[in-house]
């Protein structure tokens, strides 16, 4: 997820690795091969999109093909090399029989495991394709008039968003892993933080929609990276004291 905004083997193993090193070896794996795999996989976010390494941006230049064009071919390449490496991770955990978190809940069947895998990465697939067209929807509808109409519906998205993490983010599913050892689920974890994606978002539009610069891009990204980080805490805050309020009414009556 990382490798889908940063480009930079450097900036991504800075930013993720100090949590994943410290817990791959906390499991049994080396120091080497914990950062081994750590650089390997931050390696790969130069070939993930939409935001891909400086090489990129290179081939646009010496090819003469739109950037649009490397994001379309390189995205199934860069799936294919994470997946590798998550097999070759896992294989040399099983390999070495690493212990594993207990689950909070019931173990389930193989069958149902891949299900539940299945439905999550369609989930992701259909959502991406709903935002891209749903953005080229407003695009021909509102014309002129599609940024501001953009800007609006990014604001309610925050606050609907913000308003879904507040309520899962004392979810019993969403433990700290190094204080009772249980995974955390991941549902109520990822809703904790669903609006992280703006951003994201953000990025997609730029670049697949308005086909604009990959710079120009970058800079609408980090405006509203910026803008969610000054009223991100305010806003929340505000949202909890209501939050609060609904559930002493439910216990009062």
Known sequence: MTGLISGSAIANVVTTGTFTIPLMKKMGFSAEKAAAIEVSSSINGQIM??????AAFIMTEYVGISYFEVIKHAFFPAILAYFGLYCIVHFE????????????MTETTLGRRMLTMATGI?????????TY?????????????????????M???????????????????????????IMPELLPTFLSGIY????????????????????????WAIAMISAQMVLQKPVMRLMRKQQLQFDEVIEAK
């Open 133 to 153: 067209f749903l953005l080229t929807a407003i695009k021909a509808i509102f014309g002129d008039y599609t940024l501001p109409v953009v800007i609006l519906l």
């Open 49 to 54: 999109p939409p935001v891909m390494g400086a």
């Open 93 to 104: 955990a099983v390999k070495a029989k690493m212990p594993t978190f207990s689950r909070a």
């Open 196 to 219: 992280y994606l703006l951003p994201v978002g953000v990025l997609i539009w730029c670049l697949m929609i308005e086909r604009w610069s990959p710079e120009l891009s970058v800079i």
């Open 122 to 130: 369609l989930a992701v697939v259909i959502s991406l394709c709903l």
């Open 155 to 181: 604001v309610i998205a925050f606050l609907g968003l913000a308003k879904v993490a507040v309520r899962y983010e004392n979810h019993p599913g969403n433990r700290d892993i190094t204080e009772d050892k």
